[in-house]
């Protein structure tokens, strides 16, 4: 059994009567990783498991070779960073990471010699006595990395972290995600594909509860070469291009606009060929398996 | 040495939260203007004295003429004094009632149903009948009789169980009084009666207050939205409940400490000229302390325990409710115990300065009343824990997008939610 790894064998989820996950088979190796999905897809779900924060259904999950059922071992090694989480408002930066310093079991000397190194990793150090009520939403998501560093674990999931940041913080955020993932396992589970596309080397696609895509970002970029197609159209034709094709970004000049097609088939005659992003992999990824795309109605070709 | 960390932390958020200021001050109001009226230096009875007090009989040939007195002088003013849920109400009856309670006066006293029917309804008791009970009457009969009129009256009247001690109210002798004022010196070592009216009075407020500090630490960690924050930490959920149990508890102890403290001087002020020597040898300092430990703290175990264990369960602050009825409901019905005699309040009351021998008397039965609190109080922590444990593995976890249907499914009131993910 590797010890660097997390393995998700036959994974199964329901909530009541609604399966949110479905026969799920992951294996997850050290560094970062990108578990990219659009919302409701089972991400949190999959990221709770994994944390112990949600019971599995049926399936198999070890976490560097310590099965999930194994709760106290697993929290152990693992920090999470949750998609929705605050600490106490009237507490301090420094007083909340002693506080779950406490909780996970560390002793005074290694908070003492932790948690200064975790505040000046995330620019914090300058902040330390200050409420958390009173930290930027930056300021509180470098908070939140740093608990989950806290007890220096060997793997870390964040949930969406860089939702609802700045863009300058969005990029310092995922240097430093960066930075941290070493020798460990990160799990970035987000819906951002532009976080991922900066981030991982590795990706999974899931949608619907289900694994679209596991690989190398890379290949799922090259995965849609020769499905990318600009075009140029007016703008009373951009409502029937965006039904018949999946359109992945638009440029207006003019009275015309350039749309970027993704289809198995050049789309019109005076459609150019062009280079795939990881955008275009992903959109490709989600049509190629048959996922609903949001006002897109694909009568004939049109990506599928 | 990391559970000690961790205690002084929960004992800091203890101290910090509004709910613990209100109520340390309510405690500290409470036992200022309620209890210290009450703290008085006792007096060595003296012959001759013009009063010794009252105490209460059993004995029903005291009991019996003064309640069909008493019951007489109301119905012919149809006009019935009651405490229906512990609140004074004033019953008047309409004329069938009127005459079933007639019916009773008859059969209790012999005096004619018409006769006193007839008292009853002239102007100004012109037709005020003596009576006296019936000799064939027996005390049986009457306590059936007055459970009788009392259901009339609609209950909670001073016919009913609850009062009809208060009938037995007679004067104290010398002797009584002196043999009460030997047992205070000799049994209590004067500072435990004062101790034991503290308790009294600290009771009541320990039994509800401290509802309000768990449940608001309780839902704390919801508020703030730091729940999987710590339930991903290592601790165990034994270790993470029974330290904020504990800490809730020792903080919330200790003001009732440091009154205690306050009060021994107190009383110690009372006796500081005292011309008996021996009265500092066997003044007993430590009976504040000791009647804290024992007498209050398995009140206030309960009351916290309630809190964490319902607040823990529902996530919701319901525990209020519960312990706010129980509080309540066991403060009326505690009324007929009010001086001692204790039974299985949560808070035993005594309020009175004194009456060792009834406290003498109980005091096993309180013993047994004190611990069987107090496991409850730690299986209520113990069962929050496995609770606890269970939220943190997702035991009861599920996905409502539709959080309105909590007001239809009981079920939904045990688990955590999920709103509708964003991933």
Not at chain 1, 27 to 36: D, E
Not at chain 2, 356 to 378: D, G, Q, S
Request: hydrophobic share 45%.
């Amino acid at each position: 059994m590797n010890e660097n790894e997390i393995i998700i064998q036959h994974l199964n989820k329901s909530y009541g009567k609604r399966q949110v996950l479905f026969d799920l088979n992951l294996t997850i190796c050290k560094g970062m990783f990108g578990l990219l999905g659009r919302n409701g897809a089972g991400k949190t779900t999959l990221m709770k498991i994994i944390s112990t924060l949600v019971n599995k259904g049926s399936g198999n999950i070890t976490v560097c070779g310590i099965p999930i059922e194994n709760a106290k071992e697993i929290r152990r090694i693992i920090g999470f960073l949750p998609q929705e989480f605050s600490m106490y408002p009237g507490m301090t930066v420094q007083e909340t990471l002693d506080y779950l310093g406490i909780l996970s079991d560390m002793d005074k000397a290694a908070r003492k010699r932790q948690i200064p190194l975790l505040l000046e990793k995330l620019n914090l150090t300058e902040h330390r006595n200050k409420k958390v009520k009173a930290l930027s939403g930056g300021m509180k998501r470098r908070l939140g990395i740093a608990q989950a560093l806290l007890h220096n674990p060997r793997v870390v999931i964040v949930d969406e972290p860089t939702a609802g940041l700045d863009p300058e913080e969005r990029i310092r955020f995922r240097n430093l995600l960066c930075e941290i993932a070493g020798e460990r396992i990160v799990i970035l589970s987000t819906h951002i594909v532009g976080d991922v596309e900066a981030t991982c080397e590795d990706v999974a696609v899931l949608d619907g509860g289900r694994i679209l895509f596991r690989g190398r970002v890379t290949d799922m970029i090259n995965a849609a070469k020769d499905k990318v197609f600009t075009l140029v159209v007016r703008k009373d034709e951009l409502a029937d291009i965006k039904r018949r094709y999946i359109v992945t970004g638009m440029t207006a000049t003019g009275g015309k606009t350039t749309v970027r097609i993704v289809a198995d088939e050049r789309p019109h005659p005076h459609a150019k060929a062009c280079e795939p992003n990881v955008e275009d992999g992903y959109m490709y990824c989600l049509c190629r398996n048959g996922a609903k795309i949001q006002g897109h109605k694909p009568e004939t070709g049109g990506g599928q | 040495m990391n559970t000690a960390a961790m205690f002084f932390k929960e004992c800091k958020k203890t101290i910090k939260s509004i709910p613990y200021m209100a109520y340390v001050a309510i405690l500290l109001i409470f036992i200022l203007t309620q209890l210290m009226p009450e703290f008085k230096k006792i007096d060595e009875p003296q012959p001759e004295q013009r009063s010794y007090g009252v105490k209460y009989t059993e004995d029903p040939e005291i009991i019996m003429p003064a309640a069909i007195n008493n019951l007489y002088q109301e119905f012919i003013s149809n006009s019935y004094t009651a405490y229906p849920l512990g609140f004074y109400k004033n019953i008047k009856l309409n004329n069938k009632k009127q005459e079933e309670m007639a019916g009773i006066l008859a059969e209790v006293t012999g005096v004619s149903k018409d006769e006193l029917l007839q008292s009853a309804i002239t102007e100004e008791f012109t037709h005020v009948v003596q009576i006296d009970i019936n000799a064939a009457i027996n005390y049986e009969e009457f306590l059936y009789l007055m459970k009788k009129a009392d259901r009339i009256i609609g209950g909670g009247s001073m016919y009913s169980e609850l009062y009809l001690y208060q009938f037995g109210k007679i004067d104290k002798t010398y002797e009584d009084a002196l043999t009460e004022y030997i047992d205070i010196i000799q049994k209590d070592r004067v500072s435990g009666a004062y101790a034991r009216l503290f308790s009294d009075y600290a009771g009541i407020i320990l039994a509800v207050c401290p509802v309000f500090v768990a449940v608001t630490l309780g839902l704390k960690d919801k508020m703030s939205r730091m729940n999987d924050l710590i339930y991903t930490r290592q601790a165990s959920s034994i270790k993470i409940v029974f330290v904020r149990y504990f800490a809730m508890i020792s903080m919330m102890l200790l003001p009732v400490l440091l009154i205690a403290f306050w009060l021994t001087m107190e009383v110690v002020k009372f006796y500081s000229e005292e011309s008996m020597i021996n009265m500092y040898a066997n003044f007993d300092m430590l009976a504040f302390v000791k009647y804290t430990f024992g007498w209050l703290l398995p009140t206030l175990m309960v009351s916290t325990a309630v809190g964490v264990f319902l607040t823990g369960l529902t996530g919701t602050p319901i525990a209020i409710l519960v312990q706010g009825l129980w509080w309540f409901f066991g403060l009326f019905s505690g009324i007929r115990i009010m001086e001692g005699g204790y039974g299985w309040s949560l808070a035993p009351r005594h309020n009175i300065l004194g009456n060792t021998r009834v406290y003498l008397e109980n005091f096993k039965l309180l013993m047994v009343n004190r611990i069987i609190y107090a496991v409850m109080a730690i299986v209520l922590v113990s069962v929050s824990a496995l609770v606890y444990e269970a939220k943190r593995k997702g035991r009861f976890y599920t996905y409502d997008s539709n959080r309105k249907s909590i007001l239809i499914s009981i079920r939904k009131v045990f688990v955590n939610y999920e709103k509708i993910s964003k991933a």
